[in-house]
């Protein structure tokens, strides 16, 4: 079956410490966004990436990090610098290219920050 | 004014019944999702649509590009239908611009 997988699905860390999310997807697709949402408000973009070893930043990139080795990873770090990292991360691919493409959500990982 | 507004934030029905969801928004190009946020946090898309109307089901989406405007219906709802429904026009090619979601509950 194609599709996204994040993991975990809930992760718990202490103050001060950097984590790394996972996300993988096997549809082949060229370009993959991270996002975070907060209670009442939409999702935020965070990364993308359009094309494997290049990523671009989102709108609240700050204390964030990506790497885009393979096509089919895109994992992102919450490092310390990040003020209020307790959230739920999700991770979306979507074909890529010129034209707007359909994007494919992971199921989320709820990361809260103790 | 938040650039994607939807309505309503909050709705309930009757199994059974014909429910409408709007969406407006102030910036965006030519397309839009219509996504669906089931309670354990996962986002199914509904649909992408540019132009006229798609059907999937029992979910009809409609969009108007000129007026800036986006409907999502869902016939007979059922109980599964519960969900947070999220619309969110494309700002670019590479963007999406999401709104805080319309919460559906259908009770028995």
């Known amino acids: 079956d194609g599709g996204i997988t994040q993991s975990p699905k809930y992760l718990f860390r202490k103050e001060g410490q950097n984590v790394t999310l996972s996300c993988e997807q096997n549809l082949n697709h060229d370009a993959m966004y991270w996002y975070r949402q907060d209670p009442g408000q939409g999702l935020r973009l965070i990364y993308y990436s359009q094309i494997v070893n290049d990523f671009q930043k989102g709108d609240i990139a700050e204390g964030y990090s990506v790497s885009r080795e393979k096509k089919e990873s895109f994992p992102l770090t919450v490092t310390s610098a990040q003020k209020n990292p307790t959230a739920f991360y999700l991770c979306?691919?979507?074909?890529?290219?010129?034209?707007?493409?359909?994007?494919?959500f992971g199921p989320g990982t709820r990361l809260t920050v103790l | 004014k938040n650039e994607v507004e939807q309505s309503p934030q909050n709705l309930t029905a009757q199994e059974g019944e014909f429910i409408t969801i709007n969406c407006s928004y102030s910036v965006g190009i030519s397309a839009l999702h219509w996504l669906q946020q089931h309670p354990g946090g996962g986002i199914v898309s509904l649909f992408m649509?540019?132009?006229g109307k798609k059907k999937h089901g029992r979910l009809i989406a409609t969009i108007n590009i000129q007026e800036k405007h986006s409907s999502l219906h869902i016939t007979a709802s059922h109980p599964r239908d519960s969900a947070v429904y999220i619309c969110?026009?494309?700002?670019?090619?590479?963007?999406?611009?999401f709104g805080t979601g319309t919460r559906l509950q259908v009770f028995p």
């Open positions: 649509l540019s132009s």
């Open positions: 979306a691919s979507s074909s890529g290219g010129r034209a707007m493409n359909e994007q494919f």
């Open positions: 969110a026009p494309f700002y670019n090619t590479d963007k999406l611009i």
